[in-house]
């Protein structure tokens, strides 16, 4: 399975695509879709829109994860990264690729084992979970942390519903 994790921002998405065969994970490629901050509002997130949906068309994924949106104290802000965070979740559905979504915590907690790590955490267990990735940059790392915690839950998940699944086609 190929999974898309996607970390939002308007001026910088950063994205990572992962292969997941078993419990085995490997890195496939990561990025980050940027915006002109000198454009329009509705420009900016056109230029978001365009990038994911080249990635999407390039690496094929077969589902995706998006990072939940902190409630920031500048409201403002929290806006502005809402409405990227919408472009995000709306890519890949346009592309009809289930999307799945994990807080921050969760997402850090699922790869480094700590709800509150910093960046720096985040970026040493993603190369140490996925051997031989040169991260473009922090919001690659991030997304690929969401791809991760993706590939665990969405595993654990798809164990769950097996037996219910068997059941019901008997």
Not at 39 to 65: C, F, K, N, S, W
Request: charged fraction near 20%.
């Amino acid at each position: 399975m190929r999974l898309l994790g996607l970390d939002p921002g308007l001026r910088h998405t950063g994205w990572g695509v992962i292969e997941v065969r078993g419990n085995r994970l490997s890195h496939v490629a990561d990025g980050a879709v940027h915006s002109d901050g000198a454009r329009p509002m509705a420009e900016r997130l056109v230029q978001l829109h365009e990038g994911l949906t080249q990635i999407i068309d390039r690496y094929r994924p077969d589902a995706a994860a998006v990072e939940e949106t902190f409630v920031n104290k500048n409201a403002s802000s929290t806006l502005k990264l809402g409405l990227a965070r919408g472009v995000a979740l709306l890519v890949p559905a346009l592309a009809g690729i289930p999307v799945a979504e994990y807080s921050t915590n969760l997402v850090k907690k699922s790869v480094v084992g700590a709800g509150h790590a910093e960046k720096q955490q985040i970026q040493r267990m993603v190369k140490l979970l996925l051997p031989g990735c040169l991260i473009e940059s922090p919001d690659a790392a991030d997304a690929l942390a969401v791809a991760i915690c993706h590939a665990h839950h969405a595993n654990t998940l798809d164990r769950w519903q097996a037996p219910v699944a068997a059941e019901a086609r008997r």
